[in-house]
């Protein structure tokens, strides 16, 4: 008889305690509790990276820039010019010298992209450019005629960091993956368009100091002064 209604008695403390922690949980996912509710969803980075390398993504190289992506505190920071903070000077360097000014279409292959495994925020993604100038450019070291001339990159790689929202906190772009391949002179971004441009040894020469100068640090007065 004990057992009996001992039997009984774990049975109803069981089946008790599994409502009230169905209920908890009910309760707790309809409250959103320590989860992100569906219109808090988190976005997906990597198709955002990729949507943003698009000619019409806003990135300002392959077509305008579009301001609602980015972040109020974006900075650009690249292997060769870096740091540029703020979107307000993003976009004005980027109506100057933006590539898709002087180009009516720059193709985009966007073949890998990955999370870095130990920021999940940030994106790296692997591109290939190319295009044909139709207009004249106002590239990083001056102004480059029209000529039809065109331009093959040798694949880069792209890095983005994003906030909580989706926005871009940080670009740094033109680390090539093989110098010896394309027309880019070794160089990525708009350095390695511009030497495909002039086609000549004095402009891979001049790139080519000014990288080494920049070896350690991110800014060269001399360059960067002509740019921004």
Avoid at 81 to 110: C, K, N, Q, W
């Amino acid at each position: 008889m004990f057992y009996y209604t001992s039997t009984r008695i774990r049975t109803y403390v069981g089946l008790m305690a599994s409502v009230v922690v169905l209920c908890f949980f009910v309760a707790y996912a309809s409250c959103g509790g320590g989860g992100l509710s569906t219109s808090e969803a988190a976005p997906d980075l990597l198709a955002i990276a990729r949507g943003f390398m698009e000619p019409d993504g806003g990135n300002g190289f392959t077509g305008p820039v579009r301001r609602e992506v980015f972040a109020d505190e974006f900075v650009l920071r690249g292997p060769v010019v870096g740091p540029v903070v703020g979107i307000d000077a993003y976009d004005s360097l980027m109506r100057r010298i933006g590539p898709y000014t002087a180009f009516d279409e720059i193709d985009v292959s966007v073949p890998a992209c990955w999370a870095d495994p130990d920021e999940p925020a940030l994106i790296s993604c692997v591109t290939y450019m190319s295009g044909t100038q139709a207009r004249d450019w106002n590239s990083p070291l001056g102004t480059v005629k029209a000529a039809g001339a065109s331009f093959k990159g040798a694949g880069e790689v792209v890095t983005m960091l994003f906030d909580g929202a989706g926005k871009l906190k940080l670009l740094s772009p033109g680390y090539t993956i093989n110098r010896n391949r394309g027309t880019g002179c070794g160089f990525g971004g708009v350095f390695g368009i511009q030497c495909a441009m002039e086609g000549s040894t004095a402009t891979s020469t001049s790139l080519g100091s000014h990288r080494h100068e920049a070896r350690g640090c991110v800014r060269q007065p001399e360059l960067v002064v002509r740019i921004l």
